[in-house]
């Protein structure tokens, strides 16, 4: 037994914020952001559930799936819409699903993180998964704070996991280090709070060391990867990273310029873009890394 890929989507909000709009409100330029970032603009509003809701709808559609036959969704998220319950459970009423539903949260790593689950109990207990990733971060951001506004946006992805002979991930390497909490993070009732030095450098660090972790655990090279499909949470990390596990840029996904930091939207949303553009075919090797507070990483070779 295994699983495959059936079925994606995504959902970006109406509004959109560009940089000269951010120029308006703090000292700040649109050749400031996209120099130090890679972005140009960001997609914001809707509640972590209606975005989530509208990826799955997409998802289900061009998997074929009725909602009736999924027997479990799991949401990806940092930002609920709620302390409780679970969003995943308002996700699963609105789309008409019977299963069952659960959130998880390992910030912008976490899509990685609900993927391993969902991928063993397609695998597993012969069900169907309905993954989505869905965050508005926006809501926490202090509109004063440079160094974060001009970062976040809000978005989801959706994947649809079914069983199957195939088998979806070839290998995972995944980690924590909790002692750096306190560099990104965000109180009960507060703003979002970064230590965006640090954060850079532990970001590249991580993922880079992940990766070369994964290949050496699964034998394979950055040559055998046919798309590189990271967290969009700056380009110079993007870079950065890329530079280091030997895949060129042209064989990497970046959305970040049309749609800012998504947290857990990120990769799940770069995916579906990927495969509405075309990029990926069956067979294909897809790794996926990630890394956010916590500090959290994942990453993950899946087969197309």
């Not at 390992?106 to 990733?133: N, R």
């Not at 992805?157 to 088998?167: K, N, Q, R, W």
């Amino acid at each position: 037994m295994g699983a495959r890929i059936t079925g994606w989507g995504y959902k970006l909000p109406e509004k959109v914020i560009t940089n000269d709009d951010l120029a308006q409100k703090m000292d700040t330029s649109d050749a400031w952001i996209r120099e130090r970032t890679g972005i140009a603009k960001r997609h914001i509003g809707g509640t972590t559930s209606e975005l989530a809701t509208e990826a799955g709808k997409a998802a289900l559609k061009a998997s074929g799936t009725d909602a009736k036959d999924i027997g479990l969704v799991i949401l990806a998220t940092a930002s609920p819409d709620r302390l409780m319950p679970a969003t995943s459970a308002k996700v699963h009423e609105q789309l008409g699903i019977q299963g069952g539903a659960f959130d998880c949260n390992a910030a912008c790593a976490g899509f990685i993180y609900a993927l391993l689950s969902a991928y063993g109990i397609a695998d597993k207990f012969d069900t169907k998964v309905l993954l989505i990733g869905s965050d508005t971060l926006s809501r926490f951001v202090d509109e004063q704070d440079r160094q974060t506004a001009v970062l976040f946006g809000d978005g989801a992805g959706a994947l649809v996991i079914e069983p199957d002979a195939e088998e979806l991930i070839l290998g995972f390497e995944a980690g924590t280090n909790g002692g750096g909490d306190n560099l990104l993070y965000i109180d009960h009732g507060d703003k979002l709070k970064m230590n965006g030095k640090e954060v850079f450098k532990q970001a590249v660090r991580s993922d880079s060391e992940s990766i070369k972790t994964l290949f050496r655990k699964t034998s394979v090279s950055p040559k055998d990867i046919k798309l590189f499909v990271p967290h969009q949470a700056n380009i110079r990390i993007i870079e950065a990273v890329t530079s280091r596990i030997d895949i060129p840029m042209e064989n990497t996904m970046v959305t970040i310029s049309e749609t800012g930091n998504t947290t857990a939207a990120s990769i799940p949303l770069a995916l579906a873009k990927a495969a509405d553009e075309n990029r990926l075919t069956r067979g294909d090797l897809i790794l996926l890394s990630g890394f956010g507070a916590g500090m959290t990483w994942a990453s993950v070779i899946l087969k197309w």
